[in-house]
């Protein structure tokens, strides 16, 4: 699974708050009320602002990395075919072996994992990400089955 960023957990305690600010105002019966005069609304819009703000330009950046990473080729076998399912998601990987030994696992959409089948071979087109970077992510460019 890929790891999320520091703003990613930012924007999501920020929304928390919020919720918890709009609930006691609701139950206070005016936005105009206590929590306006003490907190002041402008000071909690311009947090907001700066955290989905920050937050779209790491995914931005983070995807502009994954775009650079170089393709690479290789023949491959599809070896396994798994489904993580829990209530709110589905998870989908396909497990190839490549034509030197190495297994490689990705996460893949839906679509992708029911397009192929068990021991398809084929040439593999994909994107390998470094150990450094732990915000990217190997990703399948293509498989063009035989």
């Known amino acids: ?7 990613y957990y930012a924007y ?3 929304g928390v708050v919020f919720l918890l600010m ?10 105009t009320g206590l929590i306006r005069e003490v907190l002041g609304i402008w000071v ?3 947090v907001f602002i700066t955290i989905l ?7 931005i950046t983070i995807m ?6 170089p393709v690479l080729k290789s023949q491959a076998v599809l070896i396994e075919k798994m489904q993580e399912n829990n ?9 190839f072996e490549l034509d030197d030994g190495d297994k490689k696992l990705f996460s893949v959409s839906g679509k992708m994992y029911a397009k192929y089948l068990k021991n398809d ?6 994107k390998l990400a470094d150990n450094k970077r732990w915000y990217l992510k190997n990703e399948i460019v293509k498989f063009e089955k035989q």
């Not at 699974?1 to 703003?7: L, V």
């Not at 209530?87 to 497990?95: E, M, Q, V, Y």
């Not at 071979?121 to 994909?126: F, I, M, P, S």
Request: glycine fraction near 6%; charged fraction near 25%; aromatic fraction near 16%.
């Open 1 to 7: 699974m890929q790891k999320r960023s520091i703003f």
């Open 12 to 14: 999501c305690a920020f």
């Open 22 to 31: 709009s609930i006691m105002m609701f139950f206070r019966g005016t936005t």
């Open 44 to 46: 909690f819009d311009v």
């Open 53 to 59: 703000v920050s937050y779209g330009i790491v995914e």
């Open 64 to 69: 502009e990395k994954q775009k650079k990473l």
């Open 87 to 95: 209530r709110s998601s589905r998870a989908c990987f396909l497990l």
């Open 121 to 126: 071979t084929g040439l593999l087109k994909y």
